[in-house]
């Protein structure tokens, strides 16, 4: 059958596609998509399913099965890094959550290991098939063509608007079971400012430029519609800070400071997303440099003028010289339209699989391997925590940090870096601390810990001993909390 025949005869309304899902099922939702249309036709039929369980990683939007009351319906359970929205439903303790590894997360299936979390169903979002049937993933690819390939049934919400990228970022017609025609609803200006009229005094005075500024496109502002709830509990600061725009925190410029001595010309960058990491990017962090690489699980706002610019050529990496490879450029390209217009049918840009690019082997490959990532907690034996509160309130997941530690740490002249602010909560809790406490859950094992940055300089711990450990983070933690821990550390470790 031509592929133009069998993608028609496959495209079914959003009612009859949620059919496929049975009592009982597991359906994916993999992280980095916007679905329009599945996830509400899925919630009018919650009252006549029991036991479906949905997992899914971090999402933009407010998907229905947010709120409380339907949990022996349809149970959410957040994968490796739940982000920003699902906290709350973990909070209340509504929702489970899967905390695997990225370069981990088929193992269990691979190997038919006994209760393996297998899909039923895969919801993904493509871009219209090209004249050879082929369909993208757009600008964020993760897991999703692993998930189409697992599944034993796979639906596909076409969005004409996603962008087209190169690597191994596609899927045949002939690979899905039926599609759904979704493009998001493109508004009018009219509509637009109706939306913000929505937004607080301060929101709207302030946010409503920046994005504007960006080039946001009308169809990605017409969500804040439904995301207006969340938002308006966040400071405006906090909610810039996701988008990539706004004040840089102060702390930024010396951690900024404190990681260009860390890094070199020529030198493979893998940088994670998050309120201290993003922010130095805009402040100036590579600037300057020459010849760096690119082989990272997202990319952070500020980061594709870079390329533009020749800072990042990918010249000396050892594998995919001259490339940029990710399994997502989210978050640069989810609010700029700028960076998603330079990405699209761009060959320097490749995305590739979770699987492959956070492969500790992958990473490893690469000669200079410099990984910087974000930390809540350090304690002074070198404990890093990056997941949850105290109180096991989940943050965030584990996501690939173990991916990308092991990784850098297995590279030929590679570094593993954390980065945190000394303090929290205004300056009066040190994030320094003397042990993580219970129900605080530990991301990285102390004996894997590298390089730790605050405003206050660098630890640098791997091969120390407990005592010089402790005294290496004593020195970079806020001067307000040095006498203590210092106690501590005479209590611990005899220091």
């Given at each position: 059958m031509d592929w133009r025949e069998e993608y028609k005869k496959k495209t079914v309304s959003a009612e009859v596609a949620v059919k496929v899902v049975k009592s009982g099922d597991w359906v994916f939702?993999?992280?980095?998509?916007?679905?329009?249309?599945?996830?509400?036709?899925?919630?009018?039929?919650?009252?006549?399913?029991?036991?479906?369980?949905?997992?899914?990683?971090?999402?933009?939007?407010?998907?229905?099965?947010?709120?409380?009351?339907?949990?022996?319906?349809?149970?959410?359970?957040?994968?490796?890094?739940?982000?920003?929205?699902?906290?709350?439903?973990?909070?209340?303790?509504?929702?489970?959550?899967?905390?695997v590894g990225y370069a981990l997360t088929f193992k269990g299936v691979d190997e038919s290991r006994p209760g393996a979390i297998e899909p039923d169903v895969t919801f993904v979002?493509?871009?219209?098939?090209?004249?050879?049937?082929?369909?993208?993933?757009?600008?964020?690819?993760f897991h999703k063509k692993d998930f189409v390939r697992k599944a034993k049934k796979v639906v596909a919400e076409v969005n004409s608007l996603l962008i087209r990228t190169y690597g191994d970022n596609?899927?045949?017609?002939?690979?899905?079971?039926?599609?759904?025609?979704?493009?998001?609803?493109?508004?009018?200006?009219?509509?637009?400012?109706?939306?913000?009229?929505?937004?607080?005094?301060?929101?709207?005075?302030?946010?409503?430029?920046?994005?504007?500024?960006?080039?946001t496109p009308p169809h990605v502002l017409w969500k804040f519609r439904a995301a207006l709830p969340f938002i308006s509990q966040y400071p405006i600061s906090y909610i810039k800070g996701i988008l990539g725009m706004g004040d840089i925190p102060e702390?930024?410029?010396?951690?900024?400071?404190?990681?260009?001595?860390?890094?070199?010309?020529?030198?493979?960058?893998?940088?994670g997303t998050g309120s201290t990491s993003n922010p130095t990017v805009r402040a100036g962090l590579f600037d300057g440099m020459r010849d760096l690489g690119?082989?990272?699980?997202?990319?952070?706002?500020?980061?594709?003028?870079?390329?533009?610019?020749?800072?990042?050529?990918?010249?000396?990496?050892?594998?995919?010289?001259?490339k940029v490879v990710t399994p997502s450029y989210w978050p640069a390209t989810s609010y700029n339209r700028y960076d998603a217009e330079y990405i699209n049918e761009n060959p320097l840009f490749e995305l590739y699989s979770l699987s492959y690019c956070n492969n500790v082997r992958t990473i490893s490959?690469?000669?200079?391997?410099?990984?910087?990532?974000?930390?809540?907690?350090?304690?002074?034996?070198?404990?890093?925590?990056?997941?949850?509160?105290?109180?096991?309130?989940?943050?965030?997941?584990?996501?690939?940090?173990?991916?990308?530690?092991?990784?850098?740490?297995?590279?030929?002249?590679?570094?593993s870096i954390f980065v945190l602010p000394s303090t929290a909560v205004g300056g009066g809790v040190s994030r320094i601390v003397p042990v993580i406490e219970e129900e605080v859950m530990v991301t990285v094992p102390r004996a894997y810990a590298d390089f730790i940055i605050t405003e206050y300089g660098i630890a640098s711990l791997l091969g120390k001993s407990q005592r010089q450990r402790a005294e290496e983070l004593i020195a970079i933690a806020h001067p307000d909390f040095r006498a203590g821990l210092k106690k501590e550390a005479q209590r611990l470790f005899g220091l």
């Open positions: 939702i993999p992280i980095g998509q916007s679905l329009e249309l599945l996830p509400l036709a899925l919630w009018a039929r919650k009252d006549e399913l029991k036991g479906v369980k949905i997992l899914q990683g971090a999402n933009p939007p407010s998907y229905p099965w947010y709120q409380p009351g339907y949990e022996d319906n349809i149970l959410v359970i957040g994968d490796q890094y739940s982000g920003p929205l699902f906290r709350p439903l973990q909070w209340d303790r509504r929702g489970d959550f899967c905390p979002v493509v871009s219209p098939p090209n004249e050879h049937g082929f369909c993208s993933f757009g600008d964020s690819l596609f899927v045949h017609v002939s690979e899905i079971d039926c599609f759904v025609e979704a493009t998001p609803y493109v508004p009018s200006q009219e509509e637009l400012d109706d939306v913000f009229a929505q937004f607080p005094p301060e929101y709207r005075a302030d946010l409503e430029p920046s994005l504007k500024q960006m080039g702390y930024c410029y010396p951690i900024r400071d404190h990681l260009r001595i860390l890094i070199k010309d020529g030198d493979t960058i893998q940088i690119l082989h990272s699980e997202v990319i952070p706002p500020g980061v594709i003028p870079l390329v533009k610019e020749g800072i990042f050529t990918g010249k000396y990496k050892t594998i995919h010289p001259g490959a690469h000669d200079n391997m410099v990984s910087i990532q974000n930390a809540l907690f350090v304690d002074l034996n070198g404990q890093i925590g990056s997941e949850t509160r105290p109180g096991f309130l989940l943050e965030n997941g584990p996501g690939g940090t173990l991916d990308w530690v092991f990784g850098a740490l297995n590279s030929k002249g590679g570094r």
